[in-house]
C-alpha cells in the first residue's frame, strides 16, 4: 500500500476480499497507519497477514512501538527512522545507555594498527590524538529509543544512525539496536597510510565508503578492493599517492558505483589500473572542473578493457583544448550517458556519429553547444527513449530536428530543451515522434505560424514551459491540464 490514508469514506474498499488470504502486507509513507492496521486486523477473514513492512509512515498515535507490539504477526518490520526527529549523544562515557554496542567502532577504530596509519590530513597527528569519544545521532525520540533496546524478533525496528568523530564517521541502519546493516564509512580530512577493521562483522556490512578532503596510499587503496560487501566507493578533493610501483591490485567483483571528483593522483596509469580491477562497475561518476585535475580519463584510449558492465557514465569533465576527450567507445553497453561541460560543437559528433554505445537510452547534456558541425550526430540512435539538455546548453546555427535524421522511426520518450528557436522541420520530426510523452522547454521561439506548434504536441501527455509570453491564451486553451506549471 503506497501513500494511502485511511478515510472512513473508503469502508467498502477495506470490506472486499482484497486482504482474504495474504500473507505479507508492505506499507510505504501511507498516513494515519494505525487506523489502516486496525481496519485490516478486524476484518472477518480467515487469517490476519504474516508479515507486515511498515517504511516511511505516519501513525495518529504517540507510541507507535507498543501499538505494533501488540500485532499479531508473525514477522513485523518497521522502518523507526524519523528524519524529522533527532536526539544527539555526545562524547559517549562508560555510563552511556548505549556504550556497550557502540564500543566495537570505538575499539575498530582506535586499535593498535590503525593508531599510527590514520592521522590528521594538516596536522600529521594520529587518530587516536583525536579522540574525545564518539557522537551518536538517532533519528528519533530517546523514549522510543530506550524502547527499541527491549524489542524482540518477531519484531524488527530499523532505526538509522550516524556515529561521528573529527577524522571517521559511521552511517548505519541497526535492527532491535543489536544488529548492524548498510554500513556507510566516512573519512574526512585524514592522511590514511593504512587502515585494518579486526571485528568481521563490521568488515563484512560496509556497503559504502567516502573519502572526503583525504590522502589516500596504494597500501589503503589494495585494502578497499578486499572488503567483501563494498558496492559504492566516493572520492571526492582527495590526493592519491603510489609509492610501491610494483604494487598489484586484486580484482574486485562487489563494487557497482565509482564517484571520482575533483582528485590529484601521482601516477595516473597505476590509477586507471586500479579502477579497472572493478569487473562489476556499472555506474562511473567522474567530476573535474580544474585543468591540472581532469587529464586522467583523456588515457583511456590506450588502456586495454571493454568496461563490459557500466551501464551509466557521468563525464561532468570541464573542456580545455589541450586536453584530449577520452574514447568513450569503451563504455560500450551504457545505457545512460550524463555529459558536459563547456565543450565546443561539433563534440556530440564527434563521440556519438559512429554509433559505439549500441544499448544508449538516455542522454543528459550539461553547458554543451550544438552547432553545424554536429549535423546527423543522433542520427544512429533510434532507440534513445530521454533525451535532456541543461539550460546552459546552446543550440545555434543548426536547427534541433538536424541532429536527427527525419526520414527514420525514434522511440523519443521523454525531451528537455534550453532555450530554442524552432521551425518547420523541427515540428514536422516533433509529430512523428509517436512515444512522446513528456516535453519540458525553458523557453522556445517560432519562425513560421504557431499552430505547427500546436499540431506537433497535440498528442503529448504533459507539456512543461517554463519561461514563455507569447501566444499563452492560444496554448492554454489548447493544451489545457496537460501543462504541469503556469506561466
Known sequence: MYKISYLSRFNTFFDLCLFNNLDEIFFFECFQTDFLIQKIYTLDIATNPKILTIIHCKFTIKDEISFLRNLKVKILNYDATKHELISIFMNLGVESLFQNFFSRFEIEIYNKENQSRILGRDT???????????????????????????????????????????????????INLKDLKNITIIFTDTYIKD?????????????????????????????????????????????????????????????????????????????LKYIFKMIALKNLEISCNLKDKNSLF???????????????????????????????????????FNFGFEYPEGTVYKIFHDRPFVNLKKIIFNGIKIGKNDYLALEKYTNLTHIYFSLSC??????????????????????????????????????????????????????????????????????????????????????????????
Open 124 to 174: 600529521n597527528l594520529p587518530c587516536i590524538d583525536w579522540h574525545t569519544g564518539m557522537n551518536i545521532i538517532f533519528y528519533q525520540e530517546l523514549n522510543i529509543i530506550e524502547k527499541l533496546k527491549i524489542i524482540e524478533f518477531p519484531f524488527n525496528a530499523f532505526v538509522y544512525i550516524e556515529l561521528t568523530n573529527p577524522l571517521i564517521s559511521f552511517e548505519f541502519y541497526t
Open 298 to 336: 583523456s588515457k583511456l584510449d590506450c588502456m586495454n578493457s571493454s568496461f563490459i558492465n557500466l551501464t551509466q557514465l557521468k563525464y561532468s569533465v570541464k573542456h580545455y583544448f589541450t586536453v584530449s576527450l577520452p574514447k568513450f567507445s569503451i563504455f560500450r553497453n551504457l545505457s545512460e
Open 394 to 487: 546552446k543550440i545555434k546555427v543548426i536547427s534541433f530536428s538536424e541532429i536527427f535524421d527525419c526520414k527514420l522511426k525514434y522511440s523519443l520518450q521523454e525531451l528537455r530543451l534550453p532555450d530554442i528557436e524552432f521551425n518547420y522541420c523541427d515540428f514536422l520530426f516533433f509529430s512523428k515522434l509517436k512515444s512522446l510523452k513528456k516535453v519540458y522547454f525553458y523557453s522556445f521561439s517560432v519562425k513560421i505560424d504557431i499552430i505547427y506548434f500546436l499540431k506537433a504536441f497535440s498528442s503529448v501527455a504533459e507539456i512543461d514551459i517554463e519561461k514563455f509570453l507569447e501566444y499563452k491564451t492560444l496554448i492554454h486553451e489548447e493544451f489545457g491540464l496537460r501543462f504541469s506549471r503556469s506561466f
Open 195 to 271: 587502515f585494518n577493521l579486526l571485528d568481521m562483522d563490521l568488515f563484512s556490512n560496509i556497503i559504502h565508503m567516502r573519502l572526503v578532503r583525504s590522502t589516500i596510499t596504494d597500501i589503503f587503496l589494495t585494502k578497499i578492493l578486499l572488503f567483501p560487501s563494498l558496492k559504492s566507493l566516493f572520492i571526492h578533493d582527495c590526493s592519491i599517492i603510489f609509492n610501491d610501483r610494483e604494487i598489484t591490485f586484486s580484482e574486485n567483483t562487489k563494487i557497482e558505483k565509482l564517484y571520482y571528483q575533483v582528485s590529484l593522483i601521482d601516477n595516473k596509469d597505476y590509477f
